[in-house]
C-alpha cells in the first residue's frame, strides 16, 4: 500500500467532515446567541422595567402618543424603536415584553416588527461600516437618517396593509 502523500494528507486537514461542519457552524450559532443576541434582549427588558418602575414609561407614552398615533400605535411602543436602534433583537424584545405587558396587540408589535429589523442595530453597523471606512461626514447625518426613514414607511405601509385584513 502507498503510503499518503503531503498533498493528500493536506486535503484530508482542508476539508472537514460533515460532522465537524456541523459542529463549527452550531458553535458559532451558539456563541452569536450567547454574545449578541441575548445581552440585547436583556437590555431590552430592563429598559421597558426602568422606565415603568419610575414612571417614565407614561410620560415618554403621552410624549411621542401623537407621533406613533400615524403609525397606529400608543406612544409608549416608541421604547421598541430605540431598543432597536441598538440591537434587532433588543427592538423585537422589547415588542414582546410590551406585548406581553398589555400595553401593545398583536397587530401592534406587527406593525413594530419590520421597523426593528429595517433599523435594527443602526449604531453599531454605522460605527463599523460608516466610520471605519471614513465616509465622506458630509453624508454622515444622511446615513443615520435613511434606515429611520425606512423604518417609517415600512411601519405605515404594514398598518395599511394589516387594515385590509
Not at 431598543?83 to 400595553?103: H, I, R, V
Amino acid at each position: 500500500m502507498a503510503e499518503p502523500t503531503a498533498a493528500g494528507m493536506d486535503l484530508q486537514k482542508i476539508k472537514p467532515s460533515i460532522v465537524e461542519e456541523f459542529v463549527a457552524g452550531a458553535k458559532k450559532g451558539f456563541y452569536i446567541g450567547a454574545e449578541m443576541i441575548a445581552p440585547a434582549m436583556v437590555l431590552a427588558f430592563v429598559l421597558i422595567e426602568f422606565l415603568n418602575i419610575t414612571g417614565l414609561m407614561t410620560i415618554v407614552g403621552k410624549a411621542v402618543g401623537p407621533v406613533m398615533a400615524v403609525f397606529g400605535l400608543p406612544g409608549e411602543a416608541i421604547v421598541a424603536l430605540v431598543a432597536a436602534f441598538f440591537a434587532k433583537a433588543a427592538g423585537c424584545a422589547a415588542a414582546a415584553s410590551l406585548y406581553a405587558q398589555g400595553t401593545i396587540t398583536a397587530q401592534q408589535a406587527t406593525i413594530l416588527f419590520p421597523a426593528c429589523v429595517t433599523m435594527g442595530t443602526l449604531i453599531g453597523h454605522f460605527v463599523r461600516i460608516v466610520i471605519t471606512s471614513n465616509a465622506n461626514k458630509k453624508w454622515h447625518a444622511l446615513l443615520l437618517c435613511v434606515p429611520v426613514i425606512d423604518a417609517a414607511i415600512s411601519m405605515w405601509l404594514t398598518r395599511i396593509i394589516i387594515q385590509f385584513f
